[in-house]
């Protein structure tokens, strides 16, 4: 695609429920990042993917947090049992090579409200 | 000390004003340097990246590096209200993987 698709946009859940956000890279690009962002916050990464391979998962929160990547493509970030504090929005990246020299290219972003 | 520092505003500048945002990172060895615009409510937008000491100019952006003193610097020309924005700093350090963001520095222009 043109650029890095998220969905859903926005997403109102209720304490206790599980959530998958998910993230289509821009074609062909080899590495994909989640970032979070709280109000007024910087960002904080959670997890980077070179191909299928999460190499760091280092900046999850908890266990609660996990994410895949299939197919080189699509990835998928899941919070199980969601808290308050999972409230933020969750920003998607990619890059072409992942190594640090090429821009990241962010997606719209899912708004996460826990309620 | 934090890995990528930026003053966090706001910075206001006149229309028509060079606003001129500073960054400063902590690993010397840090070889790729980008520059985002966040406005309110929406994603992170690049808009220059830079890898070799001195200046590159884009239309009305200049990002320059001085990788000797850390520093690396975004100068905006001819300043709009439409540039008014969170400004992000971001480093590769050393070629890995890993790109370190500082907090921003929001920037409003006056109209």
């Known amino acids: 695609g043109a650029g890095v698709s998220q969905s859903p946009s926005n997403k109102v859940t209720e304490k206790g429920k599980d959530v998958e956000l998910r993230c289509d890279p821009i074609?062909?690009?080899?590495?994909l990042y989640w970032y979070r962002q709280s109000l007024g916050q910087g960002l904080e990464f959670l997890i980077y993917f070179q191909g299928n391979s999460a190499p760091d998962k280092s900046g999850l929160p908890s266990d609660r947090f996990s994410a895949e990547r299939t197919g080189g493509s699509v990835s998928t970030l899941t919070i199980q049992r969601t808290q308050q504090e999972d409230s933020a929005v969750y920003l998607c990246?990619?890059?072409?090579?992942?190594?640090?020299?090429?821009?990241?290219?962010f997606g719209n972003g899912t708004r996460l409200t826990v309620t | 000390q934090k890995e990528v520092e930026q003053n966090s505003g706001p910075l206001s500048v006149p229309e028509g004003a060079i606003a001129s945002l500073n960054c400063t990172y902590s690993d010397r060895g840090s070889q790729s340097f980008f520059w985002y615009r966040q406005y309110s409510g929406k994603s992170p937008e690049l808009i220059m990246f830079i890898y070799s000491n001195g200046d590159k100019e884009d239309g009305r952006f200049t990002a320059q590096l001085n990788k000797a003193s850390q520093y690396v610097s975004l100068l905006i020309r001819d300043s709009q209200p439409s540039d008014s924005a969170t400004y992000l700093c971001?480093?590769?350090?050393?070629?890995?993987?890993?790109?370190?963001f500082g907090t921003g520095t929001r920037l409003k222009v006056l109209a």
């Open positions: 971001a480093v590769n350090p050393s070629g890995t993987y890993k790109y370190i």
């Open positions: 074609s062909g690009h080899t590495a």
């Open positions: 990246a990619s890059s072409s090579r992942g190594q640090g020299s090429s821009p990241l290219h």
